[in-house]
């Protein structure tokens, strides 16, 4: 990953966690702000229900009092105590009083709790009410809910009792009001809230029995089916305490609705449950707000990461371009041209870092000429020394030759015409030598620049490999065997066929000298990572380590009258074919010298392309 | 002293003139009483013998009284009836009745008879012997009718129409010429369709003179200073199944609902101890030994033998909407069929397991009144062989047998008038004449 990408990536980075940690922050106190809301809203809500059930209750305790007090009541009090007790006259009491007082419920009940007159169930005369010791007992106290059972149905409602006392035996007047969606439209709600009721009767959850200000909520199915507050309400009746639950109408999130269940319960000891009140709250608002602040985050985001990209341009400019043109400079030096230079304008650290580079390549430069220079120098000590050396030994006998020349021309004037015989032979002799020598030296100054054609290297090898073949076989030495490895699947190479076989066979000859007691001698061929490899391997006596550095040196050598150039001259050719030349060593395992060539398919191309031209031109 | 008994004496004598305002719950749709689609009822009745007459009336004791046929006498064994029609009686459009006329009439009512003019007598054939064909005369279904070619209706009652607004308003006027001499009112008119709550209001607002009162408010309405005539037991209330028994279990829980029912405490407190609890079909003032069937309550045996019943279905009791009493009554008896541990849903709707039903009886005439009930509910008529009261009493214990009906209450039915209607009187079937009916004036 390229450093401006890097950058991008970071200045991303953090602007997205940014952003991310800034909007996780508002969403929680949102949540938080909500939830406070809600629970404040509830609580309202809860205490208007309360309100509205206590003035309820006590409208409905005014009335029930108001009719145990009325005359109608008070008469038939009067007569049920007398002597002549009928009862039958009063069935329609109840009803008419109850419409009277505008009450949904109006029992009158004798002494024994029998019911005298039933406003809501008219036929009950005579039957016993049920729960009427617990129902006594509140005759003074205020309203109570209350199951009522009716004849098709039972409904939940506020009751009180009053006693009618005018005789030895009361009447009790029980009435009420039905809990119905009546009463919950009389609750003020906020927006957003909404308040169901659930008659809690029969052993399991129905959704029958839930009502809504609408009317019962299983007749408005629909979308927003009662069955999805079984959950809460059967927790509410196995627990029997307050208890919240989400109701999911939909997918969409915003459809939810948080809702309170707060249990009811009646008289009497047992404090049976009753009815449960649902109290919902939205959470459209605050979903909507939520998806808003996350819109929002997204595309702070968004922005930010497109500021980022920017900014990481502008960064680059100031920052990335700067780095990046010291990574190229520092490239190209590694490459080899020194001579390079970063322009970085400012004082800043990279500024700093590009002086401080550019000052670096100077030295490099200064240091590389110096080299060079001392190099140019310390080889032309060597050369001077390795002429001086070679020159040394065919002079000595020179100069013996001359004197013994002058001497027998003195001492033995009869034995010199043998002696200048002798004298000349040798004079020759070490003349050409001489000229051999002076010939090398002549030779390596003046190596060509390939010429580059299309050479078949397994060809050449055999070439060379038959070239020596009399030599390696040659009477007075032990026999030397040549082995040929070729990869028969090579193609040509771009090369000058002259200079690589004045390689391959300087390296022959090498490999030939390492061998005196014979020995075998191995050229291989083999292509490796794109590139073509020949090897020249000898069994001899090997090179140690240090004579493995030195061997390419110019006039380093080993052997007792060497010039120390050929392995030079194979360096060299090999170098100005863009090749490699290694070797691998060990004493008494033998030597083995790898060169690496480029196949330089492109040179080939433009070699066959110039043929091609010469070709049609000609 | 003069004048006041002047007044007085005037007060007694009737006067003729003025028109009776009468209200009614039923709203009949034909005035022809030969037609069945209309359902029999006590207003039904009272209306048709205000235009037309029957061949024979009966009395108190279900006697047959002579009417439009002087005489009458059975031969065959009571296969065939000859009856001499009164002379001179005429229609209201002036037509003499005739034989053919009456005999036309019976033949429409009755399609099953064979019924031919015989001078001036028209004879009745039927397959069977029929002793009680005079009382079967005296239904208002039987009553002579000319049904002329336009379809109009011509009767020789007291009174002919001059509107009808079918199911609202019947206008009639006196006829001058009626063989019973013309009646003291002018003329009547009759609101239909008015439930005994509005028929009270009209009655006590003056718009109503005469009107029908639920049984149960006949005692308060007299305190209310009005006239109340009651008739004797005259209807039946009973639970009626509408099938058979089908098995030994719905046996049982038929009599597992009959013995649930506390008829006293209905009595006395519903029915404002108006009425008779029963266990039989024709009330004891008709049949004599009608309390020889039990009415009271058994919660014990009825809970013992709804016991025995493994799958108990749950019924529906259907009852007249428009019935305020109805509504009360099938849930009281719903509430005692609970307490044995039986299932009955009242409902106003038309079809149910049972029905409570009010079954008027059309004679005093036990063996026709027992023949017309058990026909309204599809039993098997039973004919009388021999008339005595032991095969009048076998016969009703074979239908009671059926289970398909349960007795429970017979019901007088009243009527509330202005006190200024003088001289109205109820017939033995619940209907009432108005035949020497007049209006004298309000005070008492």
Redo the contacts between chains.
């Keep these: 990953m390229t450093f401006r990408r890097k950058l991008l990536a970071v200045f991303a980075l953090t602007v997205f966690l940014s952003v991310a940690a800034v909007a996780g922050l508002v969403l929680a106190m949102t949540r938080r702000a909500f939830e406070k809301t809600e629970d404040q809203q509830t609580s309202g809500l809860m205490a208007e229900f309360q309100r509205e059930f206590n003035r309820q209750g006590e409208e409905v305790t005014q009335r029930v009092q108001t009719i145990a007090t009325s005359d109608a009541v008070t008469r038939m009090a009067g007569a049920l105590n007398g002597t002549a007790a ?4 009063y ?1 329609d009491l109840a009803k008419s009083l109850a419409e009277s007082r505008q009450l949904d419920f109006l029992e009158l009940l004798d002494g024994r709790g029998a019911i005298i007159s039933s406003a809501q ?7 016993p009410e049920s729960g009427f010791e617990t129902l006594a007992a509140a005759t003074n106290q205020g309203a109570f809910l209350k199951q009522e059972e009716l ?2 149905s039972t409904a939940l409602g506020l009751f009180a009792v009053r006693a009618a006392r005018a005789g030895e035996h009361p009447i009790y007047v029980i009435g009420g009001r039905r809990l119905d969606k009546n009463f919950l439209s009389a609750l003020d709600l906020p927006e957003g809230m909404r308040a169901l009721l659930y008659q809690n009767r029969g052993d399991h959850f129905s959704p029958d029995f839930l009502l809504d200000p609408s009317g019962p909520a299983s007749a408005a199915a629909g979308s927003r089916p009662a069955d999805k507050f079984a959950t809460l309400i059967e927790a509410v009746r196995q627990y029997d305490q307050e208890m919240t639950g989400v109701v999911q109408w939909s997918s969409d999130q915003a459809d939810d609705e948080v809702f309170r269940a707060i249990p009811l319960h009646g008289l009497g000891k047992e404090h049976s449950l009753l009815g449960i009140l649902l109290i919902g709250n939205s959470r459209r608002p605050y979903v909507e707000l939520k998806r808003h602040i996350r819109a929002s985050a997204l595309l702070v985001g968004g922005g930010g990461i497109v500021l980022a990209i920017l900014l990481s341009s502008w960064a680059a400019a100031r920052v990335t371009r700067p780095v990046e043109e010291l990574a190229r400079a520092a490239q190209r030096v590694a490459g080899g041209n020194w001579d390079t230079r970063v322009g970085v304008p400012g004082s800043d650290e990279v500024s700093q870092l590009a002086e401080s580079f550019n000052r670096m390549t100077t030295e490099l430069l200064t240091q590389k000429e110096r080299l060079v220079q001392a190099e140019r120098v310390a080889a032309w000590r060597e050369l001077a020394r390795r002429l001086a050396h070679e020159l040394k030994n065919p002079l000595f006998p020179l100069q013996l030759t001359v004197e013994n020349l002058v001497r027998a021309r003195l001492q033995s004037p009869d034995q010199f015409d043998e002696v200048f015989r002798e004298g000349s032979r040798t004079l020759l002799a070490e003349i050409s030598n001489l000229k051999a020598i002076i010939g090398r030296f002549s030779e390596f100054s003046k190596m060509p620049h390939p010429q580059l054609q299309p050479v078949p290297v397994n060809e050449m090898l055999r070439g060379v490999a038959q070239l020596f073949q009399a030599q390696l076989q040659a009477p007075g030495r032990a026999p030397i065997a040549c082995q040929l490895q070729l990869d028969d699947r090579l193609d040509s190479i771009a090369a000058d066929p002259d200079l690589l076989h004045r390689a391959i066979s300087n390296l022959v000859l090498n490999a030939m000298d390492a061998m005196p007691n014979g020995g075998t001698l191995t050229l291989r061929s083999r292509r490796e990572d794109g590139k073509v490899m020949i090897e020249v391997a000898d069994t001899g006596s090997g090179l140690t380590p240090e004579e493995c550095e030195r061997i390419f040196t110019p006039y380093y050598t080993s052997k007792q009258h060497g010039t120390g150039l050929g392995l030079a001259i194979v360096q060299s050719v090999v170098s100005d074919h863009q090749g490699r030349i290694s070797v691998h060593s060990e004493p008494g395992q033998g030597t083995t010298f790898i060169i690496e060539l480029p196949s330089n398919s492109e040179a080939l191309q433009k070699i066959d392309a110039v043929k091609k031209e010469v070709t049609s031109a000609g | 002293m003069l004048g006041l008994a002047l007044a007085a004496g005037a007060e007694t004598r009737p006067q003729y003139g003025g028109t009776l305002h009468v209200a009614m719950r039923a709203a009949p749709t034909s005035l022809d009483p030969a037609d069945k689609s209309q359902p029999d009822s006590f207003d039904r009745r009272s209306l048709t013998l205000l235009m037309f007459d029957t061949l024979v009336t009966q009395d108190e004791s279900g006697r047959a009284r002579a009417a439009l046929a002087e005489s009458w006498q059975a031969s065959a064994g009571g296969q065939r009836w000859q009856l001499r029609l009164r002379r001179g009686v005429r229609f209201d459009d002036g037509t003499l009745l005739t034989a053919e006329i009456a005999a036309a009439s019976l033949r429409v009512a009755n399609p099953s008879w064979n019924v031919a003019a015989d001078g001036e007598s028209i004879v009745i054939e039927e397959g069977t012997p029929d002793p009680d064909l005079p009382a079967e005369l005296a239904f208002s279904r039987n009553a002579i009718v000319k049904r002329n070619a336009d379809g109009k209706l011509s009767g020789s009652g007291p009174f002919h129409v001059v509107d009808w607004q079918p199911g609202k308003k019947l206008t009639l006027t006196a006829a001058e010429n009626c063989w019973r001499g013309r009646p003291f009112l002018d003329g009547v008119e009759i609101e239909m369709g008015r439930n005994y709550r509005d028929q009270m209001m009209a009655l006590e607002s003056g718009r109503a003179d005469l009107v029908e009162i639920a049984a149960e408010q006949s005692h308060r309405t007299l305190q209310g200073g009005h006239a109340v005539l009651s008739s004797p037991p005259v209807e039946l209330l009973a639970l009626v199944f509408s099938t058979d028994v089908r098995s030994a279990d719905d046996k049982m829980l038929r009599e597992a609902l009959a013995l649930s029912v506390e008829r006293g405490s209905i009595r006395s407190v519903l029915l404002q101890g108006t009425g008779q609890p029963t266990g039989s079909i024709l009330p004891n003032w008709m049949s004599g030994y009608g309390f020889v069937f039990p009415t009271e309550a058994d919660l014990t045996k009825a809970r013992h033998d709804r016991e025995q019943v493994r799958n108990v279905p749950a019924w529906t009791l259907g009852y007249d909407g428009s019935d305020p009493l109805a509504r009360l009554l099938a849930d009281r008896i719903a509430l005692n069929a609970k307490d044995a541990g039986l299932t009955l849903q009242p409902t106003a709707a038309g079809t149910a397991n049972v029905q409570l039903a009010r079954l008027p009886l059309a004679s005093a005439a036990p063996w026709v009144a027992l023949a017309e009930v058990t026909a309204s509910i599809a039993l098997p008529t039973v004919k009388s062989k021999s008339g005595s009261v032991e095969d009048l009493y076998a016969a009703e214990q074979a239908e009671l047998a059926t289970q398909r009906v349960i007795p429970l209450f017979h019901l007088p039915v009243s009527y509330a008038a202005t006190v200024a209607l003088k001289e109205w009187r109820l017939r033995p079937d619940g209907s009432w004449d108005l035949g020497n009916a007049w209006l004298g004036s309000a005070k008492p």
């Design positions: 009928d009862s039958a006259g069935l169930w008219p036929a009950k005369f005579g039957y004849q098709d």
